[in-house]
């Protein structure tokens, strides 16, 4: 999975060269990698929730998804999602901050902006980019005569109407995402530290801000943002209300556990150097040694971390997986096992359970297996690696059509819609007629059948 970085001049030049009609179809969250992680989840769940509802939204139908990009971004697309990069969340300090974005984004939700923004740009898909929070173009970069350049006159003016009504939308949701903050009962203290690690990181980098230069802008400059929201925050009642203390600490375990995951082992013991005996550096160095298959490390690190907290599901997952992938299924079984019964049968820890029994090569092991699996799989339908595994337990008893019905799942989940439709087509000929299976299979096919035709069209 692949770690994608939104240049700030890139980002300018994509919006200057589709002159508005395109001028903020940055790269998809579609094309982007997602990252699953059942203690993660949990967490965006619980530090969102309040956020959501005040916002007037559904906690049920908003989703917090994590994408495996290392710049410091945040976006919604469309629908009742909010995206948050891998590199927003290491690079935040504390719960705080990364609900103060949140409220932002549900701002842009609650807003409508994902359809509103056709009335600035036709076609456009809404995006709030923090990594474009600074209002940073070419121009903020030292191109802004090179940019109006190769641009018409008709095209800058175009261009200046739609990003003058993107900064509009922005001063909106900053207003918004205060709103469900102070409803919330949640400090904005978090939010105005965000906006000013990102104003130093451009300082930094050299990046300026001038009156000349907010023509290019897609947000308001972040001095100005900073001055109006610090009056509304200072003047809250929630302004020094502390965070949940407990919330805080899941922040700092899961932070730790993405760049373990995600850096590279050398950076990860830089910043968390075996000095530190916390739990959080334990977490990353678990990873850390793992990747550099350094096992009796990563041993002594989950176990120190289970000494300390023996029922947490999430270190038990941590251990069973490390087993799992070091060839050492049958002794991954005990702790993924008690994970999966301590979550309720979490759906991404059941699928590691459920990968552990089949890897074990036993058949007595299937069939708890494929019980495992299923209810994993009727829980979350959005888990292509659960489909796979299911598929290989269908096939090893001899159900064929349903190992292809579960392989048609995986490759809808994956777009590989020609492959979807050979194995949907595949599964419907051999199941029953008029059963679930073979309506499912029925429903794929029609799926990617369309898929492939809009693509061929496309072509």
């Known amino acids: 999975m692949a770690l994608h970085s939104h240049a700030f001049t890139q980002a300018f030049w994509r919006i200057a060269a589709t002159a508005v009609a395109a001028a903020l179809a940055l790269q998809s969250a579609a094309a982007q990698s997602i990252l699953r992680d059942a203690e993660t989840e949990a967490l965006f769940r619980d530090l969102s929730a309040p956020l959501i509802q005040a916002a007037g939204l559904d906690p049920a139908n908003v989703d917090i998804v994590l994408i495996n990009d290392s710049s410091i971004n945040a976006f919604v697309a469309g629908g009742q999602v909010v995206y948050l990069n891998s590199g927003l969340i290491t690079s935040a300090d504390s719960v705080n901050q990364v609900q103060g974005v949140i409220a932002h984004e549900l701002g842009h939700i609650a807003g409508g902006h994902s359809i509103a923004i056709g009335e600035g740009a036709k076609a456009a898909t809404s995006i709030s980019l923090l990594s474009m929070l600074l209002g940073v173009a070419a121009a903020v970069a030292g191109a802004g005569e090179a940019a109006m350049g190769v641009m018409a006159a008709g095209q800058q003016a175009a261009l200046g109407k739609f990003l003058a009504f993107s900064r509009t939308q922005e001063s909106a949701t900053d207003a918004a995402g205060a709103e469900y903050l102070s409803k919330a009962g949640i400090s904005g203290e978090g939010s105005l530290q965000f906006y000013r690690k990102i104003q130093n990181e451009a300082f930094r980098a050299g990046y300026t801000f001038k009156d000349e230069n907010v023509f290019y802008s897609t947000h308001p400059f972040p001095g100005d943002r900073i001055s109006r929201l610090t009056e509304i925050y200072t003047a809250d009642p929630a302004w020094k209300r502390p965070t949940d203390p407990k919330l805080e600490k899941r922040f700092r375990l899961a932070r730790a556990k993405l760049f373990g995951y995600l850096a590279e082992p050398r950076e990860t013991l830089k910043t968390y150097p075996e000095s530190d005996t916390s739990e959080p550096a334990r977490y990353a160095r678990a990873y850390a040694f793992h990747k550099d298959a350094l096992m009796d490390k990563a041993a002594v690190e989950t ?58 090569e036993d058949k007595a092991n299937f069939a708890e297996a494929e019980q ?40 809808v989940l994956g777009r590989q819609m020609r492959l979807a439709l050979m194995s949907a087509q595949a599964a419907e000929a051999a199941l029953p007629k008029g059963s679930p299976d073979w309506l499912r299979a029925q429903d794929i096919a029609f799926q990617a059948r369309a898929a492939v035709e809009k693509e061929r069209k496309r072509r």
């Not at 299924?329 to 008690?338: G, I, N, S, V, Y």
């Not at 699996?373 to 096939?395: C, T």
């Open 372 to 411: 495992v699996l299923k209810a994993a799989v009727a829980r979350d339908r959005d888990n292509p690696f659960a489909w796979y595994q299911l598929g290989v337990v269908y096939e090893a008893r001899g159900d064929t059509p349903r190992a292809r019905l579960a392989s048609a799942e995986q490759q």
């Open 303 to 360: 176990d120190a971390l289970l000494a300390t907290e023996p029922a947490n599901p999430y270190f038990l997952e941590i251990k069973g997986q490390i087993l799992l992938e070091s060839g050492k299924p049958h002794e991954a079984l005990a702790p993924l096992r008690r994970a999966a019964q301590l979550t309720g049968n979490q759906p991404l820890i059941a699928t590691t359970f459920g990968h552990a029994l089949l890897a074990t």
